[in-house]
């Protein structure tokens, strides 16, 4: 055969191999179902990816879509379903008739294991109450597995760790377009806390880790508690990482051991920061951390900072937290301050005590603190003071740079006695409460109060770390760092009460991002009657860098009819 007769014969049969259509999809149907249909027929996959196919092909995937279709409605509740295709063109074309939604008629939820025999039933209760889906409600394939999940989610947050559905059963009546469904919740044994076994520990001893376990043994089983435990594990100092956790072996039910796997921290750290802030300028620091004096765990630091006002150079060796809960420290402290023509030399000794328990944290501090004091050319003054003192304060608001909710309380209560180490009897009360509110997704109220008295016949006598001043980035915003109080001739003495609030708003563009409008108040006098609270006002930004946050705020003080910067960021290295 000669090449110009093959050639219409290769042109014939290329025609003939060729694809014989390429296809669009269309769905007729309420737009709930439409979107859902349209993203998982594969028919209409197929037409998004451009695939052509064949008479016999396309026939397939007609068939294997009208299936598709029913088991996808019937997903949604919808078991008696009218679904028509037709092909036109290069068209296929489905019309979805749903037909009456199933609801759900009755639930009936059995208990097995432990929990059925608990003589106490408020928690089988509340897992009935609670159940996800309820008689009168549409029923969905989604909904009902969510439900099962739902009602094991709080067995297993406690001590039910072996919890399951070992049943379930959704019966769909046709005629009356209802469900019956009936599920069988196995809690299997209650757990008990047995011993710890710690994994990881070469450098330290084996007891720190131990001893920061918030549970003892014989104590039910409570997800919570290995969260804290781990949480407290990495905040110690110790530890990099850690990981808590329990086998859920009903065999082991009755004493369950708790596996603890801990990366240690090296054990000598130096590290170097710098940083700036409108309240005490510009500031250098550097802290040398040895984390195992006389191999038994205990932490020496030394800690030296240059700031332009203030200057301290401090030492502290603390104990690993004991079987009880309580961190015990002795610390030794340098300090010198010229905050607006107030002039201070301090030294202090200190024993200590903290206790930290969920979001409640304590210490209770006895120290004896000496000090020379200038005010310009009018006060010149020792003071010295053998203190005891308290403080509670309550964490609610995470590990978020920028709190969206939450709140932080602090109250202090401490005081002297003359004769013992100390030149004046005094009683000091403190209190600051921070409010975080949650204005939807991006918005957030932060409201802060904060007060302080210091009861005594004379504030002579008593150091200025007891006594205070306002004003500063933390208080009253639009003042000096410290700027109100006791006005003299060259500076600003501290004095025995202080009141001042803040109301701010926060709007945040990005997750880094966010801007800041607040008004702040607050004065600090010598006696309630003479608190005189001044105002400022301002706007600012908020960053959250990878080092911390970046706040920068101005503020126009109605006193002084000023405006003034607040900016403060520090870096660790």
């Known amino acids: 055969m000669s090449v110009r007769l093959v050639f219409p014969f290769l042109l014939l049969a290329a025609s003939i191999a060729l694809p014989a259509h390429a296809l669009t999809v269309e769905v007729v149907a309420p737009d709930e179902l439409k979107t859902l249909l349209l993203r998982h027929l594969e028919a209409a996959r197929a037409a998004r990816l451009g695939d052509t196919f064949d008479a016999d092909e396309f026939t397939r995937l007609q068939r294997q879509s009208d299936e598709t279709a029913r088991d996808l409605l019937a997903t ?41 025999d608990e003589a106490d039933g408020r928690l089988r209760a509340r897992l009935e109450r609670g159940f996800a889906l309820q008689p009168g409600m549409p029923f969905r394939q989604a909904d009902w597995d969510t439900a099962k999940a739902s009602a094991v989610a709080p067995l297993l947050a406690g001590r039910y760790l072996a919890a399951h559905v070992s049943a379930s059963e959704a019966r769909i009546d046709p005629a009356t377009h209802s469900a019956d469904l009936d599920v069988t919740v196995d809690s299997g044994p209650a757990f008990f806390y047995g011993q710890p076994r710690i994994v990881g520990v070469e450098r330290y001893p084996e007891s720190i880790a131990r001893h920061l376990n918030p549970a003892r043994p014989g104590q039910p089983v409570r997800q919570q508690d290995l969260l804290d435990y781990q949480a407290a594990l990495e905040s110690s100092g110790y530890f990099s990482q850690a990981v808590v956790r329990i086998d859920p072996d009903p065999a082991q039910a009755a ?29 250098v620091q550097a802290t040398w951390l040895a984390r195992d004096i006389a191999d038994r765990g205990l932490r020496l630091k030394l800690d030296g900072k240059l700031e332009t006002r203030s200057q301290s150079a401090a030492a502290e060796l603390a104990w690993p937290q004991n079987a009880k809960g309580y961190v015990n420290s002795l610390a030794a402290q340098m300090k010198r301050e010229d905050i607006e023509g107030q002039e201070t030399r301090t030294s202090l000794l200190a024993a200590k005590r903290t206790r930290t328990r969920g979001q409640i944290e304590t210490a209770i501090t006895l120290q004896y603190q000496t000090e020379t004091q200038q005010v310009g050319g009018v006060v010149d003054a020792r003071n010295q003071a053998l203190s005891a003192n308290y403080a509670w304060t309550r964490r609610a608001i995470g590990r978020a740079f920028y709190p969206r909710d939450g709140h932080v309380l602090t109250l202090q209560v401490g005081g002297a006695a003359e004769g013992l180490l100390s030149d004046t009897s005094f009683l000091r009360l403190y209190g600051r409460h921070t409010q ?39 208080s009253v ?39 800041a409008l607040f008004v702040d108040a607050g004065d600090a006098a010598d006696a309630p009657g003479s608190l005189s609270p001044v105002f400022g006002y301002g706007a600012g930004a908020r960053y959250r860098s990878p080092v911390g946050p970046v706040n920068l705020d101005v503020a126009y003080g109605q006193d002084t009819g000023q405006f003034r910067l607040h900016f403060s960021l520090g870096v660790s290295f």
Not at 82 to 104: D, I
Not at 452 to 460: E, I, K, S
């Open 436 to 474: 975080y509110v949650r204005l939807g997704r991006d918005d957030r109220l932060v409201l802060r109060v904060e007060g302080g008295a210091v009861l005594a016949d004379t504030r002579d006598g008593i150091p200025t770390d007891f006594l205070f001043r306002a004003g500063g980035d933390n």
């Open 477 to 515: 915003r639009g003042y000096a760092y410290q700027s109100l109080g006791r006005t003299l001739i060259g500076g600003v003495a501290s004095v025995r009460y202080l009141a001042t609030g803040s109301v701010e708003y926060n709007h945040f563009f990005t997750r880094d991002w966010g801007m």
């Open 76 to 116: 949604e509740g919808y078991f008696s379903p009218q679904v028509s295709s037709t092909f036109a063109g290069e068209t296929l074309r489905y019309v979805v008739e749903p037909g009456p939604r199933t609801q759900v008629r009755s639930i009936k939820l059995r208990f097995a294991g432990a929990l059925a």
């Open 255 to 283: 004493a369950a051991p708790l596996v603890v796997e801990v990366t240690e921290r090296p054990e000598k750290l130096l590290s170097l920061g710098a940083g700036v802030s409108t309240d005490t300028g510009a500031r």
